[in-house]
């Protein structure tokens, strides 16, 4: 069992920029990928940025450019840099880990942050 833990989310006006952070409870590097999702009121959860054991990047297109998908194997975390924020950017942003386990590939969530962009 993996356990994930974000932080950082808040209120934060239009153009500014928030770092969300995922404390995870193994090391990171057993992880196969990991990323941020984000679901919006009435809307579906969406993929907003992975990041795979072998650094490889992946973005929606609707956050390229703005936001950042990184890691520090040392803390076991995962960070999302977003800036130039936009109202479309609210939602509740969750962290996602992919496992590797004898049985096949497991997926573990944490239990959400929220971010929300207004004036």
Request: hydrophobic share 30%.
């Amino acid at each position: 069992q993996v356990q994930l833990v974000e932080s950082g989310g808040g209120l934060v006006q239009p153009g500014g920029s928030l770092r969300l952070s995922c404390a995870a409870s193994t090391s990171i590097s057993s992880l196969y990928v990991m990323g941020w999702y984000r679901q919006a009121p009435g809307n579906e959860r969406e993929l907003v940025a992975t990041i795979t054991s072998s650094s490889r990047t992946n973005y929606a297109d609707s956050v390229k450019g703005r936001f950042t998908i990184s890691t520090d194997n040392t803390k076991n975390t995962v960070y999302l840099q977003m800036n130039g924020l936009k109202p479309e950017d609210t939602a509740v942003y969750y962290c996602n880990a992919g496992k590797l386990l004898g049985s096949g590939p497991r997926t573990y969530w944490g239990q959400g942050t929220q971010v929300t962009v207004s004036s």
